[in-house]
């Protein structure tokens, strides 16, 4: 949690953190008062400005680290052969690549996945 707390102080995708708080005073300040919630009872300032941040932001944010939402339910990937048409389809007419650059591209691979293919480690298992 004081990982967490710190990287509140620093600023995370979800919290913009505190102007004048990097790594080294974040990690002093944690050390010093053990969390947030005594940096803020504490009323410490940073600078002029008194650090102060919503509890209700700092539970969320925690929540999200703490329990984040994780997806179990992955489709199975079945590999198939390149479907090299499609590739020139969505790189050059779809997103303006340059024709030229991408047969070229597609040559090259088309050789290196014909000359050789490599092992699995699912090679070495027979499914039951």
């Known amino acids: 949690e004081q990982l967490i707390e710190m990287g ?3 600023g995370t ?3 913009p953190g505190i102007k004048g708080i990097g790594q080294h005073k974040a990690l002093e300040l944690i050390r010093k008062f053990g969390s ?3 940096i803020i009872n504490n009323k410490v300032k940073v600078g002029k400005i008194e650090i102060h941040i919503e509890r209700s932001i700092i539970e969320q944010i925690k929540e999200i680290f703490l329990y984040p939402d994780i997806k179990k339910d992955y489709p199975k990937i079945i590999w198939e052969k390149t479907k090299y048409e ?3 389809e969505l790189l050059i007419e779809q997103h303006n690549f340059s024709k030229q650059r991408v047969e070229n591209a597609i040559e090259r691979l088309k050789k290196q996945t014909s000359s050789k293919t490599q092992v699995s480690l699912d090679n070495f298992f027979k499914e039951k």
């Open 8 to 10: 509140i102080l620093i």
């Open 13 to 15: 995708d979800f919290y």
């Open 86 to 88: 499609k590739v020139e």
């Open 36 to 38: 947030l919630d005594n």
